[in-house]
T-cell receptor, first 112, second 112 residues
Framework: AAGVIQSPRHLIKEKRETATLKCYPIPRHDTVYWYQQGPGQDPQFLISFYEKMQSDKGSIPDRFSAQQFSDYHSELNMSSLELGDSALYFC???????????FGAGSRLTVL | DAKTTQPPSMDCAEGRAANLPCNHSTISGNEYVYWYRQIHSQGPQYIIHGLKNNETNEMASLIITEDRKSSTLILPHATLRDTAVYYCIVRVDTSGTYKYIFGTGTRLKVLA
């Protein structure tokens, strides 16, 4: 069965640079969630989208932005990267907002 | 937002049942309880969810108390591959938006 695809799987950036993470949901899934998991921490909700519109916002820094495109894939843009942005970033998708979330394998961002 | 409380860690002998408790005393009437697990740094994996009735699937059983203030996830015959961090999550429903907030989880170690 198709799963949630995240790219890139690993990314290394310098401080103050910009990074973009991509998420391709399971086909027909219209809802996407983004989570950030720092080293030794629990996943923190960043932002969610439903039908290409922002649905809810969590602890997403102002330096980050995200959107969901017409084909339902989503991108998380991170600017002015800081060392503390080093984390695993998970994307999850669901068929409508009230269904089970399926998570991708994550993108590991390292900021040097 | 409804919060969950879980013991930080538990051990279980291989082949025995693992019973993982979760307190969610501030849960609202329409909020579901979800369980996910995370093996090492992989994406969280869905296990089971429920509203008020007990639920069972091929992976686990979920027992929810009548007052819905706590629940227990049961892995009937734990194997070494069940070693993971188990998250009990209350899905917060607010005017048609749904938020899955991860707590601190229980680190389950299955012992040979």
């Amino acid at each position: 069965a198709a799963g949630v695809i995240q790219s890139p799987r690993h990314l290394i950036k310098e401080k103050r640079e910009t990074a973009t993470l991509k998420c391709y949901p399971i086909p027909r899934h219209d809802t996407v969630y983004w989570y950030q998991q720092g080293p030794g921490q629990d996943p923190q909700f960043l932002i969610s989208f439903y039908e290409k519109m922002q649905s809810d916002k969590g602890s997403i820094p102002d330096r980050f932005s995200a959107q969901q495109f017409s084909d339902y894939h989503s991108e998380l843009n991170m600017s002015s990267l800081e060392l503390g942005d080093s984390a695993l970033y998970f994307c999850a998708s669901s068929l409508t907002r009230a269904n089970v979330l399926t998570f991708g394998a994550g993108s590991r961002l390292t900021v040097l | 937002d409804a919060k969950t409380t879980q013991p930080p860690s538990m051990d279980c002998a291989e082949g025995r049942a693992a019973n993982l408790p979760c307190n969610h005393s501030t849960i609202s009437g329409n909020e579901y309880v979800y369980w996910y697990r995370q093996i090492h740094s992989q994406g969280p994996q869905y296990i089971i969810h429920g509203l008020k009735n007990n639920e069972t699937n091929e992976m686990a059983s979920l027992i929810i108390t009548e007052d819905r203030k706590s629940s227990t996830l049961i892995l009937p015959h734990a194997t070494l591959r069940d070693t993971a961090v188990y998250y009990c999550i209350v899905r917060v429903d607010t005017s048609g938006t749904y938020k899955y907030i991860f707590g601190t989880g229980t680190r389950l170690k299955v012992l040979a």
